[in-house]
T-cell receptor, first 112, second 113 residues
Framework: KAGVTQTPRYLIKTRGQQVTLSCSPI?????VSWYQQTPGQGLQFLFE???????NKGNFPGRFSGRQFSNSRSEMNVSTLELGDSALYLC???????????FGPGTRLTVL | DQQVKQNSPSLSVQEGRISILNCDYT??????FLWYKKYPAEGPTFLIS?????DKNEDGRFTVFLNKSAKHLSLHIVPSQPGDSAVYFC????????????FGPGTRLSVLP
């Protein structure tokens, strides 16, 4: 069974731009969560989607948004990028909302 | 304020010996805990979980112990192998929030041959 895939793997943007990251969960998994990993803050929860609806949201500004499609694929968008948005963005999928999560390899975003 | 703490940023252990990674939490509503392992340039990999109705869960070389009164859990790896060298994250959830896991900052384990 294929794992969680994320595209692109690496991205370089400049301040003020916007970016969209994509995540394809494991086949059959319906819950997708997004995390931001930075050296200083560790892994921080961004949001969770299940059945195309955002179920949970972490403590991030409104510039961070996401969506989930009917095939469970998910995208997250960051608008008006700031230098501090440079991080590894991880997507995780799980069968239901209460199972262990399986992570993708992440998208490394660098904001210049 | 960090709700999940891993106070040792790094740990070195000799191959074949026991590795003990510790995790403390402050939120008494947390009732489900997981450990993840992360290699460089890869996403975290689920290792083992425990719910608050148990105080121990074992899976091969990995055992997680939960002490609810102390709000403390630990991951034991026996015997430690060089391939276990990675960053280990402890995560906690209060169940009511689905996948809203709170992660600790991680502990880098180095298993020396």
């Amino acid at each position: 069974k294929a794992g969680v895939t994320q595209t692109p793997r690496y991205l370089i943007k400049t301040r003020g731009q916007q970016v969209t990251l994509s995540c394809s969960p494991i086949s059959g998994h319906r819950s997708v969560s997004w995390y931001q990993q930075t050296p200083g803050q560790g892994l921080q929860f961004l949001f969770e989607y299940f059945s195309e609806t955002q179920r949970n949201k972490g403590n991030f500004p409104g510039r961070f948004s996401g969506r989930q499609f009917s095939n469970s694929r998910s995208e997250m968008n960051v608008s008006t990028l700031e230098l501090g948005d440079s991080a590894l963005y991880l997507c995780a999928s799980s069968l239901t909302r209460y199972n262990e999560q399986f992570f993708g390899p992440g998208t490394r975003l660098t904001v210049l | 304020d960090q709700q999940v703490k891993q106070n040792s940023p790094s740990l070195s252990v000799q191959e074949g010996r026991i590795s003990i990674l510790n995790c403390d939490y402050t939120n008494s509503m947390f009732d489900y805990f997981l450990w993840y392992k992360k290699y460089p340039a890869e996403g975290p990999t689920f290792l083992i979980s425990i719910s608050s109705i148990k105080d121990k869960n074992e899976d091969g070389r990995f055992t997680v112990f939960l002490n609810k009164s102390a709000k403390h859990l630990s991951l034991h790896i026996v015997p430690s192998q060089p391939g276990d060298s990675a960053v280990y994250f402890c995560a906690a959830s209060d169940g009511n929030y689905g996948q809203n896991f709170v992660f600790g900052p991680g502990t880098r384990l180095s298993v020396l041959p």
